[in-house]
């Protein structure tokens, strides 16, 4: 894997390897300044070793509305010049995206080539005039100056993924009839002057963030990139950095765990065959193997790493030092960008240190304790580790063969294997830090006082919900995740229905169809997937669709017999749908500490054993209990 760590050029700079962080929103700003948590943010990944830093996108324009840093005037200078200071010791080049939303906004001016709203719900945007035009192309410029008064050494157009320059380059949504619309080279005139202007502004490279495809029908395709590419180049631009999607083709831009990884290597290739610039790929390239490939094939020069250096912000250092065993996996699972979507602050589901670098601190323990961990799902394994690296005397209890709780049943699901990779990552590093480990070790309030630890944390999760339902304790009836482990005969033909269209029902569907099941999902909800990460339930969703599973939304379950489950539409009107294995996906109670409580011995209750919620929050509460120990 030497190729990755050897020196590259970027211009007139040379980067000390091939390892490029990519520009991804936080929302750790504070009103569009940059604030103490961005500078710690973006620090701690330089410490990583990796060659350059893309700054997230700023804003160029004044009176644009948005959740972004903001490069559109000098008052933001000084906590973009504290960033790039705090980046300068570790060796890394570093560098700002310059962004223009056009009309993806979720507030403020809506602006786009045409009147054509982002979707049905969308206002219609304001059509730019030349005049405006020729505005924006000077905001771009003149954040350029100011970047470069800032300490950057390079320079990103955000170009890409249906901003304001992708929209002009876009068949589908430009519609315009003079010199900014038509034709390619028309379409392409935004692009080109705005890239013109920067260069013709700052003496820094400049690299333009390029869809390879918008991956819509109609859209922007890999031939028109080729060319444009071209275009770019011939204004000055010094790299292209392809990627491909927009907001309404997400799953391609940041694509969820079910989508193979280097999904968008060919559009990086066949940009690198038309250009002499060096080209940066993207698309879930964190597995080094790959990474390795693309460089060595010619494939691209640079290799973009998002969510897998918010994961693992080593994951250079590790590599290069070849302990592979110690790169924290991303698992695509996209909660980081599900948060910030929202506009919450970027948090991870494998690495809590995120959002947090300026306050994180694993320190050793003052007094050493005697802690005993109850349930190994993600809250007790991340616990476990943090409390042993903090030098605690840890023992992991857990009453299944295998450590990792729901860590097991959600990784069988087919979309979801990859969480396989995080349960098996955290399983050996608490092994390797030295944590006593107990399998098929069920823990009572006997087990506890016989042992008698200084400190319990009770981390079992939580149990089914069970509604009472006339027929739920029947032969047919069973908790989804039986049926996810294989504990219930399911095959071709079998009828299977789901009730409950939570997280857990969307994917026991997914699996039971893939074996060949007649599989419907019974929810009293208007919509299923709920509590899913957004891009990939609407990937799921639509492939459950497409894979015919039925699915009833507002339908209450109020029976359920030997041979079918009952239930009723918003009307009243029952219905009836023949079963053969019925899957409970509804919900969960928390298990507490009601058997394990003892008054002499410390406990303390976290992750869904406490309230039931999402993978982020269980790791981050595993850390928390063991930094407070």
Known sequence: MSVLFSPVRLGALT??????????????????????????????R??????AI???????????VGPEPRISGPEFLPGLRRVVDALRPHDVTVGVQLMHPGRQVVDGPSVAPSPVPLNSVAPVPHELTVPEIATIVADYARAAVFAREAGFDFLEVHGAHGYLPSNFLSPQHNHRNDAYGGDLENRARFAVEVARAIVAAVDLPLVWRLNGTDAEPGGFDLGSAVTVARMLTAAGVASISVTSGTWLTLQETLAPMSTPRGHMRELAAAVRKAVDVPVMAVGRLDDPALATELVESGEA????????????????????AGRLDEVRPCIACNACVDLVGRGERARCSVNPEVGRELTW????AAHPRRVMVVGSGPAGLEAARIARLRGHDVSLWERDAELGGKLEVAGLAPSKHEVLRFRAFQAARVAALGVEIHTSAPVSAATIRALHPDVVIVATGADPLVPPIPGIDGPTVHDAQAVLRGDVPVGPGTRVVVVGGSATGCETAELVRAQGAEVAIVEMRGSIGRGIEAITRRRLVRHLRRDGVEILTGATVVGI????????DPDGAVHRLPADVVAL???????GTADLALDDIEVRVLGDADTPADFVRAVNTGADAALAL
């Open 15 to 44: 980067l000390k390897n091939r390892l490029v962080m990519a520009p991804m929103g936080t929302c750790l700003d504070n009103g569009g300044y940059i604030t103490d948590d961005t500078v710690a943010y973006y620090e701690r």
């Open 46 to 51: 330089a410490r990583g070793g990796v060659g």
């Open 54 to 64: 893309t700054v997230e996108g700023c804003l160029v324009s004044a009176d644009t």
């Open 301 to 320: 020069d640079l290799i973009l790493l998002g969510r897998g250096l918010i994961a693992e912000p080593d994951w250079p250092a590790l590599v290069q």
């Open 361 to 364: 601190s694993v320190t050793p």
């Open 561 to 568: 017999s030997p041979d079918a489950v009952s239930w009723t």
């Open 585 to 591: 996906a509804i919900g969960w109670r928390p298990t």
